[in-house]
């Protein structure tokens, strides 16, 4: 097959490729730097002419396009798997949702639940056998591009090409149009800038607690990144990669010669993840490296897959949790802030891994807007608030003053280990707070 031939035949302007989209259409942009950028704005050109035009993405890098007019609701509808702070403001201006799931059935919902008439993402130029890479996001894409009626994708020089499992890749066969962009550079994901004296607190007792030769996930965030820093600079050796976002942290733990992978019953040696977002650095480390892995998210993030691997560690952040050991990783009360995302896949993976531990991490306090000191650790959840993971998964709790292991303790028993890593300020009020809830023994001590 003559490959550069028919990338010419489908090669065709952003403007053009753009009229195949029709009211009422559901749209697909992909996941997170694998938005389109010029198809993006094709389309917003066209807005006048559109109506109940449903959009769906995740984890959004940057403001649409489509989102930037005032009267932009009235043509399109965001639908996110999973909200950015950018997600957050395209639904605040009220013409967006968000759209619930465990990550790992996300190529399901594509498979079974969903419907796709047109997709358009960003993708690396084309290989001399016709394959583009999705680059930074395996995740579900192959899943959402096989069940659209039309695939548009958009070229980007700038991304990184990953070499992945299967699932990784689509062929130019496969496309229906080809359009060449503007080649933006891909945009970046800081770290969340220096670490605070409680982000150190709570990773140093996280890394007192991974072996020799563990397999890590590590969620987004400062106490996550932390804990890679710390590593990266620890005795501990031969460690493995198996995550759902690969970020700046495990790059810093590779360079340090912390990751060998060579203890992993799965992709021996390989660093596999569903996608990645982080600096230039990240980006640079990726590009055809053999020692990492794209792959689909129902492989990296599937409990039986994560059971075959001994020693997994898994940690993430937390926004509050109750005295249940209900943990909060999505919102404030009616304020959605991420989503469900992999947390509770890793939480119960972890679990089920010969010697696997999961940690779920967060400062004991956190200051408002008013300047007003709270406690992240709450009689019972907000009203509103979800409950990411619930109190039957929950393995470990960190915070600066402590870390707990809820696995067998009865209502009390909880109560009374969750309150001990709570600010001090704040426990006899939680006791109090117990006490009426009838989830506390007056025997205990206080």
């Given amino acids: 097959m003559d490959y550069q031939a ?30 389109p950028v010029t198809l993006d704005r094709a389309l917003a050109a066209r807005k006048d002419e559109l109506s109940d035009v449903k959009v769906r993405g995740g984890v959004t890098m940057w403001m649409p396009e489509i989102a930037k007019a005032d009267d932009a609701g009235d043509h399109f509808t965001w639908h996110s798997w999973h909200c950015s702070g950018i997600d957050r ?20 919902f594509y498979r079974e639940n969903v419907s796709v008439d047109v997709a358009m993402i960003q993708v690396t130029p084309m290989d001399s ?6 680059a930074l996001a395996a995740s579900h894409l192959h899943d959402m591009l096989d069940k659209a009626k039309t695939i548009i994708v958009e070229v980007n020089q700038n991304l990184p090409w990953v070499y992945g499992l299967t699932s990784s890749e689509i062929n130019i066969a496969d496309v229906d149009c080809v359009v060449e962009g503007d080649n933006p550079a891909v945009a970046q994901l800081g770290g969340g800038g220096e670490p605070t004296d409680v982000d150190r607190a709570v990773a140093r007792l996280i890394v007192e607690q991974i072996p020799n030769g563990a397999c890590l996930q590590l969620g987004i965030g400062g106490m996550p990144n932390t804990v890679g820093s710390m590593i990266a600079q620890s005795d501990l050796k031969d460690l493995g990669v198996h995550t759902e976002m690969y970020v700046d942290g495990f790059v810093d733990m590779a360079m340090a010669g912390k990751l060998t992978g060579r203890n992993k019953a799965l992709d021996r040696g390989r660093q596999v993840y569903a996608f990645a977002a982080g600096t230039q650095k990240l980006y640079d480390y990726v590009d055809r490296n053999p020692a990492v892995m794209a792959a689909p998210v129902d492989y990296t993030n599937d409990v039986r897959v994560l059971a075959q691997l001994d020693n997994f560690i898994s940690i993430n952040n937390a926004i ?47 200051t408002g807007k008013d300047g007003a000191v709270k406690s992240r650790i709450v009689p019972t959840l907000t009203p509103g608030s979800i409950a990411t993971d619930p109190r039957s998964c929950v393995q470990y709790i960190v915070t600066e003053h402590g870390m707990i292991n809820l696995k067998g303790l009865s209502t009390w028993e909880r109560a009374e280990a969750i309150i001990s890593i709570a600010a001090p300020q704040f426990r006899e009020q939680l006791i109090q707070d117990a006490e009426k809830m009838g989830i506390w023994r007056r025997s205990n001590h206080k």
């Fill in 129 to 134: 056998h016709g394959n583009f890479s999705y």
């Fill in 6 to 35: 028919l990338y010419q035949q489908k090669l065709t302007t952003p403007e053009q490729a753009v009229k195949v989209v029709k009211s009422g259409d559901w749209v697909d942009y992909g996941w997170c730097t694998n938005h």
């Fill in 320 to 366: 509050d949790m109750d005295l249940f050991g209900q943990v909060n990783a999505e919102s404030a009360g009616l304020k959605h802030i991420s989503g469900t995302g992999g947390q509770l896949d890793f939480v119960m993976g972890a679990y089920l891994s010969n010697g696997g531990k999961s940690f779920i991490c967060m400062s004991s306090t956190v």
């Fill in 89 to 108: 403001k395209v639904i605040a201006k009220g013409m967006g949702f968000f759209a619930p799931m465990r990550y790992s059935e996300l190529p399901r």
